[in-house]
């Protein structure tokens, strides 16, 4: 199972970044996908998530009206479109994939598998 996150990097605020999570070694279709981010001393803090299954999604608040995430099933691919980057939107970022979940209530220790995280940061 991997999980590779990329599209990370360094911009002004205001400015967008596209995130994406290339998944392989599973059953894409059965799963939900999960953007995480944290902040070295905080905890993790689940941003947005998608399902597969049946494309509901999931925003925390901080960050409706400004993401968005997609999926390609076809690549087995979850993007995340960043626009509006705030200087608090600096984290490390983490995609995870977890079974048959309810990106509306799961939390991130439900999900089984994390990939590497990516770093984003927003200058002000």
């Known amino acids: 199972v991997q999980l590779q996150a990329s599209g990370g990097g360094l911009v002004q605020a205001g400015g967008s970044l596209r995130l994406s999570c290339v998944a392989s070694?599973?059953?894409?279709?059965?799963?939900?996908i999960g953007w995480f981010r944290q902040v070295p001393g905080k905890e993790r803090e689940g941003v947005s998530c998608?399902?597969?299954?049946?494309?509901?999604?999931y925003y925390t608040d901080s960050v409706k009206g400004r993401f968005t995430i997609s999926s390609d099933n076809t690549k087995n691919t979850v993007y995340l479109q960043m626009n509006s980057l705030k200087p608090e939107d600096t984290a490390v970022y983490y995609c995870?994939?977890?079974?048959?979940?309810?990106?509306?209530?799961?939390?991130?220790?439900?999900?089984?598998?994390w990939g590497q995280g990516t770093q984003v940061t927003v200058s002000s």
């Open positions: 070694g599973f059953t894409f279709g059965d799963y939900a």
């Open positions: 998608i399902s597969i299954i049946d494309s509901s999604t």
């Open positions: 995870a994939a977890g079974g048959f979940l309810d990106v509306t209530t799961a939390m991130w220790y439900e999900y089984d598998y």
